[in-house]
């Protein structure tokens, strides 16, 4: 590094920055399959926050305040979606049949919880975790 | 409906998974994957008993009716392409333990070597044209970290020229999927081959033929593009190459056999008879004298799968009930021996440390075991009676004479001459003649190495002198896939 940058109002707003992007990730991970959004952007979202955070804080420092195992992470999402199909099998239908149904949820009110949700949620740990491990790769190899 | 024919891409996707947990205990992976294959031959054996009771059986995934949703059909063809597959990965990888280095292992080997697996059963399975797509990808980015495992400088040069060809083959697939798409608005194979039959393939859904013909000739180490093959597969371990050998181009062959049987069978005159048999001619000439110029093991046996797919494609291209059979009991034939080749190939080169064939000599007086078994499989590549090779070439040969197609068959019948000479300048330099080796050479064992290929050397065997129950069920499959109605009125139940 030469001369180290004052990047003080950088570090200020990307913990903010940060807040919003996950909360927005999260937001179009839930209105999947039905509208826009779904695993993969989500996933997508929250490996970029992740990745600023990298970028302004210092690998080091990202690693020990969230000490993922991006491989596991990419490994669990793959099993998830796997087992979610196995579900419709053991209920007698077709492999990965969805099923989905209206729950009253307290502060939420009536919410549809559907099976294809966790195999979103699978494919959200992928994409968070490969985009991760990609980057994070290039990023170490140059030691 | 069956659940169960998902099972052959279900099973090693799960597996490979869970093989990630253990990405820095070799030990742990061995057994996993080991065992994990082992159920696979299982499975795939009872889903081709189930295929030869039933016919066709379909899953239409996710509950979505053909031709919206994505359709796995397993008919008799798809069934023995599982099966063999299975039996390959398993042997493949049982050579794998004995010799390929920790640090291969540790850089994900076992996963991919599963993930790769999914991608060919997928493509095997699959119902529709834009899913074979899918399947394709995943089995060349999995075949890409696989022929790059180990990070050689060659293997880094020649990979990355099969990368970039792959992914130009691939966009090239994709172009023609849409172009279909546009042409009939389906992609869902048994529609596709309903709505060509009705427009009684004009020359647009020719030319779209062709374009397929490109890709999968591509992926196949068709004349002229397989110039990527032999160099690509040097360079990897002998457990991956003899998987990549054996087992990739037959995806290729697979598509191609399935596409021309199944969805453009109405010009055989132009697509068949011309250009599939002209291209099959060139592929098996040129495949076989490059095989004839080289001095490398692997690279002999590598030139060799190029002028043996010429011979499939070449039964496709004659398209009687016969000469399909031929073809697909070539594809059986060649993937058994040219694994079980390429696995001898890498025996021979822990003997030896050499895969140059004018530095080996005289392994026949301390591994006369391993000669022997290199002798069965490289005559029955040539097609010595009464080997499965004899058995796969006949019917070809002889329905091309029935047909009047001249010039290839006698093509054929050269290279199959130039076939015995090439394998026989292998026998001539590394078993036979002056004892080159060094004492602590000639006492390097063998032994457990040659446990996973004697089944394949076996099965060459048994292939010939079984011929006739597995010829006729080759002409079972043949008549099948000949006739699409069978596959068209199971998956779109009229």
Aim: glycine share 8%; charged share 10%.
């Amino acid at each position: 590094m030469i001369n180290k940058p004052n990047n003080m109002m950088f570090r200020v707003f990307i913990r903010l920055i940060a807040v919003v992007v996950v909360t927005f990730s999260i937001y179009l991970f839930f209105s999947g399959h039905n509208a826009p959004g779904g695993g993969f952007i989500g996933g997508l979202m929250t490996a970029i926050a992740i990745l600023v955070m990298y970028l302004v804080f210092g690998v080091s420092t990202i690693k020990e305040s969230l000490p993922f195992n991006y491989t596991y992470m990419m490994s669990i999402g793959l099993l998830l979606a796997a087992f979610t199909g196995i579900i419709s099998w053991i209920a007698g239908y077709p492999y990965l049949k969805q099923f989905f149904d209206y729950f009253q949820l307290p502060l939420f009110g009536e919410v549809e919880l559907t099976t294809a949700l966790i195999f979103d949620l699978g494919v959200y740990l992928l994409v968070v975790g490969a985009a991760m491990t990609f980057i994070l790769t290039i990023v170490e190899d140059d030691s | 409906m069956s659940n169960l024919i998902v099972l052959p891409i279900l099973f090693p996707f799960i597996v490979g998974a869970v093989l990630v947990f253990f990405a820095k205990n070799s030990r742990a992976q061995r057994i996993i994957s080991g065992i994990g294959s082992l159920i696979l031959v299982g499975l795939s054996i009872y889903l081709a008993v189930v295929a030869y009771q039933q016919d066709t059986v379909i899953l239409e995934a996710g509950d979505w009716s053909a031709p919206y949703g994505i359709i796995l059909v397993l008919d008799n063809l798809a069934a023995l392409m599982l099966l063999i597959t299975s039996i390959l990965a398993a042997a493949c990888l049982f050579f794998a333990f004995g010799t390929i280095s920790s640090k291969r292992e540790k850089y994900y080997f076992y996963p991919f070597y599963f993930f790769l697996i999914v991608g060919v059963n997928g493509a095997f399975l699959t119902g529709d044209i834009f899913n074979l797509f899918v399947f394709f990808e995943v089995m060349l980015l999995s075949s890409y970290v696989l022929i790059v495992n180990g990070a050689t400088k060659y293997q880094l040069r020649e990979s990355f020229k099969y990368v970039i060809l792959n992914v130009f083959g691939s966009a090239l697939f994709i172009m023609a999927v849409a172009w279909i798409y546009s042409v009939t608005g389906t992609v869902n194979m048994a529609h596709l081959s309903e709505r060509v039959a009705e427009i009684n393939q004009p020359g647009i859904v020719t030319a779209i033929a062709v374009m397929f013909f490109i890709v999968f000739g591509a992926k196949g180490g068709l004349f002229p593009l397989y110039f990527w093959l032999p160099k690509s597969y040097y360079g990897p371990p002998a457990a991956i190459a003899a998987l990549f050998g054996g087992l990739l181009t037959k995806v290729g062959i697979y598509a191609i056999i399935r596409m021309f049987t199944l969805i453009f069978h109405h010009e055989p005159s132009f697509t068949h008879k011309g250009l599939i048999v002209t291209v099959a001619g060139f592929t098996m000439f040129l495949g076989v004298l490059g095989a004839v110029s080289q001095y490398d093991f692997k690279r002999i046996l590598s030139y060799h799968i190029i002028s043996q797919v010429g011979y499939m494609v070449m039964g496709l291209g004659i398209f009687t009930p016969l000469a399909v059979a031929g073809a697909i009991y070539y594809i059986v034939h060649h993937m058994f021996v040219k694994t079980a080749l390429f696995l001898l190939a890498g025996a021979t080169e822990k003997v030896t440390g050499t895969t140059q064939i004018r530095e080996m000599g005289g392994l026949i007086k301390s591994h006369p075991v391993l000669t022997w078994s290199f002798f069965i499989a490289a005559v029955s590549l040539a097609g010595i009676p009464p080997l499965s090779g004899f058995f796969s070439k006949f019917p070809i040969i002889l329905s091309g004479f029935q047909e009047g197609q001249w010039v290839i068959s006698a093509v054929a019948l050269l290279v199959g001459l130039l076939t015995l000479f090439s394998m026989m300048k292998i026998f001539g330099y590394v078993f036979w003649g002056e004892n080159k080796l060094t004492e602590k050479q000639s006492e390097v064992s063998v032994t457990k190495l040659l446990i996973p290929i004697a089944p394949l050397v076996a099965f060459s065997v048994i292939l010939g002198f079984a011929a006739e129950p597995i010829f006729t069920y080759s002409l079972h499959i043949a008549e099948q896939i000949l006739e699409p109605s069978n596959y068209v009125n199971a998956v779109l139940k009229e």
